[in-house]
């Protein structure tokens, strides 16, 4: 055990003190200005370094870190509406572009979903191009039991 950890059992008079949990967060200097924030965000303005100068004739002294990461969490969820831009993709004479534009349409469902949602595929989808990377290089070389040896040898790296 740490040190801390052994001085804050000793300093506990019961044993619910130490089953707290995490403390509070701490009062921060951009409390005061959360709700300015949030009407802002809400109108569509979302420009942190405008909002810095705003908050600063407001008597905000705090940083500009703070404020451009309070509304990341929101920066996330929110998505652009890009509809009309299939409409404009489709009348250039540009089939790469066109045919982009199509595929974005026929899974727009799955793009919000990607784009949205808090889950990311990105660790399995790293481990399956790994994967595909091990199988390329032994092409030809070995069978099966070898790949699946190499596959879960790197998996426990």
């Known amino acids: 055990m ?17 089953l707290g949990g995490r403390r509070q967060p701490r009062p921060s200097q951009l409390d005061p200005y ?64 066109h045919s982009f534009a199509t595929g974005l349409e026929k899974d727009w469902d799955a793009v919000v979903q990607g784009l949205t949602s808090q889950w990311s595929s990105g660790p399995v989808e790293g481990r399956v191009n790994h994967i595909k990377m091990v199988k390329r290089q032994m092409f030809g070389r070995a069978k099966l039991p070898l790949l699946r040896k190499r596959v879960l040898l790197t998996a426990a790296r």
């Open 34 to 97: 959360k709700s300015h924030l949030d009407k802002r965000w809400a109108e569509g303005f979302t420009n942190a370094i405008q909002l810095h100068s705003e908050l600063q004739a407001l008597g905000y002294r705090g940083s500009y870190q703070i404020i451009s990461d309070y509304p990341r969490p929101r920066r996330r969820r929110r998505i652009r509406v890009v509809g009309p831009w299939f409409v404009s993709a489709r009348a250039e004479e540009l089939p790469g572009l």
């Open 2 to 18: 740490g040190g801390n950890t052994i001085r804050r059992c000793a300093r506990a008079a019961t044993p619910e003190e130490l």
